[in-house]
């Protein structure tokens, strides 16, 4: 849920070995805090979507991935693009909605997951929850 979220991440993984495999992936970086309180942070981190993706439980060779947000190609050839890229992802990074594409290889599956940031409202809301 988005209990005080701030953004929409929209997550489409695509090149899975199917579409089972493409939602496991896109699930792992959509339910991860890292990668939640990265994006409310303003930081596209590459290395907590990649390490999500690891955890995930698809099948893919780490060789094959692309990891873009917003159009950016941040990972790619199992390296980090390199560059400034917060400079290029300022602007974007402050939307409420943003795009992270994830290519896991040359598979048909494919996969969108809609997901939220992770924010200090949503811990203050649900510490705060009594039941």
Known sequence: DAEGGTKVLR????????????????????????VKTAFYGQDANWGRIVAALGRSGAEFDPDDVVVAVAGV??????????????????YHLRKQEIDVEITLGDGPGEYTLLASDLTHDYITENADYRS
């Open 73 to 90: 190609v941040l990972f790619a050839d199992n390296e980090p693009t390199p560059g400034d890229l917060d400079g290029f992802l300022h």
């Open 11 to 34: 997550i489409y993984v695509d090149g899975a070995q199917d579409d089972a495999q493409a939602e496991q992936a896109a699930r792992a970086v959509g339910n991860s805090p890292l």
